[in-house]
């Protein structure tokens, strides 16, 4: 399976979020959109700089955070 396919799986099955990032010499942006459609919350092409890497990061991590906190409101009517 694909990390594509694997992400798409994760996300199809109910899971928790998890901040899957794409670190990847893969820069077309049929590529990167095709790893966002997939679930991924970041890409950070190769070579990657550290700050770069760890900004990415930091946004999928908030980004997982809001989408974990979302499901759970709407698993949870009395929270909304």
Same mark, same amino acid.
């Given at each position: 399976?694909?990390?594509?396919?694997? $992400?798409? &799986?994760? &996300? +199809? !099955?109910?899971?928790?979020?998890?901040?899957?990032? !794409? =670190?990847? &010499?893969?820069?077309? /942006?049929?590529?990167?959109?095709?790893?966002? $459609?997939?679930?991924?919350?970041?890409?950070?092409?190769? /070579?990657? #700089? #550290?700050?770069?890497? @760890?900004?990415?990061?930091?946004? !999928?991590? =908030?980004? +997982?955070?809001?989408?974990? &906190?979302?499901?759970?409101? !709407?698993?949870?009517?009395? @929270?909304?």
């Amino acid at each position: 399976m694909h990390c594509e396919e694997s $992400a798409s &799986a994760s &996300a +199809a !099955a109910g899971g928790t979020n998890s901040a899957i990032i !794409a =670190i990847t &010499a893969n820069i077309q /942006p049929e590529h990167i959109e095709g790893y966002f $459609a997939s679930g991924f919350l970041g890409h950070v092409p190769k /070579p990657f #700089r #550290r700050n770069e890497l @760890l900004t990415v990061i930091q946004s !999928a991590m =908030i980004a +997982a955070a809001k989408q974990d &906190a979302s499901m759970c409101r !709407a698993r949870t009517p009395m @929270l909304n």
